[in-house]
């Protein structure tokens, strides 16, 4: 079920109306157009918000491009492909041109799509293709990670990657256009309140009471780390 930017937006200022005892904007907010043209919260504009919607969904995206697990990241890697010769560094944008983030995914190879396994190490890669005879290298499929590169026994390979741009999705948002992440409505809603801070200090208590909402909503989304084998790594 899609879930545009206004439903999240319309949430938002219901509950600074009613935190406010603002009657007056909870009327407006339930009778307003998709424009809100008709908002009275002087402190927090439409525009505002949308912007920081905006800055929320990026931290949500980036959060699940960071799981390599996660299923949501079928969302962001829907187009994102790169293709790299072996040893060359791995760019910041895709194929396409959109912004890469997160961690890469699945590493394949480019003629036929066929997947590389991984676990070797760059030197063993190295004596796979550049052997006295080079006889598996275009036989063994397979690849290291030594970041910001990726070496294989081909010469030519195409990565999954995760990819989410900014101005696009800014302009979507403030279209009320549908957020890409519908299943987590909470976090969107969460992380938008969390940001709703100016020098009053009433807001800055409504919106501390969201930020560790948020934050573990952040957390569940992203992988658990093991420190002490990423140290001996």
Request: aromatic share 8%; proline share 5%; charged share 20%.
């Amino acid at each position: 079920m899609a879930i545009t930017s206004g439903v999240i937006v319309r949430q938002a200022y219901v509950r600074i109306g009613a935190w406010m005892g603002d009657s007056l904007e909870i009327n407006a907010q339930y009778n307003a157009d998709t424009n809100f043209e008709q908002v009275v919260q002087e402190s927090f504009p439409p525009q505002t918000m949308w912007d920081a919607l905006t800055g929320v969904e990026g931290e949500i995206a980036l959060a699940i491009a960071n799981n390599p697990n996660q299923v949501l990241r079928g969302v962001l890697n829907f187009r994102g492909l790169v293709t790299i010769e072996s040893g060359d560094r791995t760019p910041a944008v895709s194929d396409d041109g959109l912004p890469i983030i997160g961690l890469l995914g699945q590493v394949r190879r480019d003629s036929d799509r066929r997947p590389l396994t991984s676990g070797l190490h760059v030197d063993e890669i190295d004596v796979i293709v550049n052997g006295p005879t080079g006889l598996f290298k275009s036989s063994y499929l397979s690849y290291a990670g030594n970041a910001p590169r990726v070496y294989a026994t081909i010469d030519e390979v195409r990565i999954d990657c995760c990819t989410w741009d900014y101005d696009t999705r800014a302009a979507a948002i403030a279209a009320n256009g549908d957020l890409l992440f519908p299943q987590l409505q909470n976090v969107y809603f969460d992380g938008l309140m969390s940001q709703i801070k100016n020098q009053d200090p009433l807001y800055s208590e409504l919106s501390n009471q969201y930020i560790p909402m948020y934050a573990q909503g952040l957390q569940a989304l992203q992988a658990s780390r093991n420190l002490a084998e990423e140290s001996a790594a």
